[in-house]
T-cell receptor, first 113, second 112 residues
Framework: DQQVKQNSPSLSVQEGRISILNCDYT??????FLWYKKYPAEGPTFLIS?????DKNEDGRFTVFLNKSAKHLSLHIVPSQPGDSAVYFC????????????FGAGTQVVVTP | KAGVTQTPRYLIKTRGQQVTLSCSPI?????VSWYQQTPGQGLQFLFE???????NKGNFPGRFSGRQFSNSRSEMNVSTLELGDSALYLC???????????FGQGTRLTVV
């Protein structure tokens, strides 16, 4: 049962423009949501997180938005840079299963010059 | 500050054998989680340990087991290997009370 879904397997964006990655979830008990970036042959790298009591969190070029009523979150990257080309995963966790992340399938982002 | 270290990086085993993978967390991190990544199933949670106790377990058969030592280092073991166990095995560590987990580079296991 896939509780976290990333329905876009790929995204192509021009350098300098905004990248918007989307993630939907089905479990209303999730308390925390995180985004990770992954390069080939490396482990995922933590980008940004958000608690279910918030609707927005910013960190530099990265902003995560959470819409609990729609069970939807998104990651905005502004401006996109060539080094942002990677696979992005969203993940979710409940506080009673600390450390147990449910991951989406990932979105491959390609930033073109 | 050293990151999460997983050894070995690559491993080739034969069906029916067993394998042990090792993970050294970031210093001070007492929570260690293990994940399996395959092209078909994505990142799947295996188990999580904190202070030598397994707190959470994913939906994997009993052939998959793990443990954590007093220095927070963790090992996972897979017995009676099957071809379908070929995957990238990732370990992550986190600080108590912090949501973000930091991943190692993984161990690429190939079962032939």
């Amino acid at each position: 049962d896939q509780q976290v879904k990333q329905n876009s397997p790929s995204l192509s964006v021009q350098e300098g423009r905004i990248s918007i990655l989307n993630c939907d979830y089905t479990n209303s008990m999730f308390d925390y949501f995180l985004w990770y970036k992954k390069y080939p042959a490396e482990g995922p790298t933590f980008l940004i997180s958000i608690s279910s009591i918030k609707d927005k969190n910013e960190d530099g070029r990265f902003t995560v938005f959470l819409n609990k009523s729609a069970k939807h979150l998104s990651l905005h990257i502004v401006p996109s840079q060539p080094g942002d080309s990677a696979v992005y995963f969203c993940a979710a966790m409940t506080t009673d299963s600390w450390g147990k992340f449910q991951f989406g399938a990932g979105t491959q982002v390609v930033v073109t010059p | 500050k050293a990151g999460v270290t997983q050894t070995p990086r690559y491993l080739i085993k034969t069906r029916g054998q067993q394998v042990t993978l090792s993970c050294s967390p970031i210093s001070g991190h007492r929570s260690v989680s293990w994940y399996q990544q395959t092209p078909g199933q994505g990142l799947q949670f295996l188990f999580e340990y904190f202070s030598e106790t397994q707190r959470n377990k994913g939906n994997f058969p009993g052939r998959f087991s793990g443990r954590q030592f007093s220095n927070s280092r963790s090992e996972m073991n897979v017995s009676t290997l099957e071809l379908g166990d070929s995957a990238l095995y990732l370990c992550a560590s986190s600080l108590q009370g912090r949501t973000e987990a930091f991943f190692g580079q993984g161990t690429r296991l190939t079962v032939v």
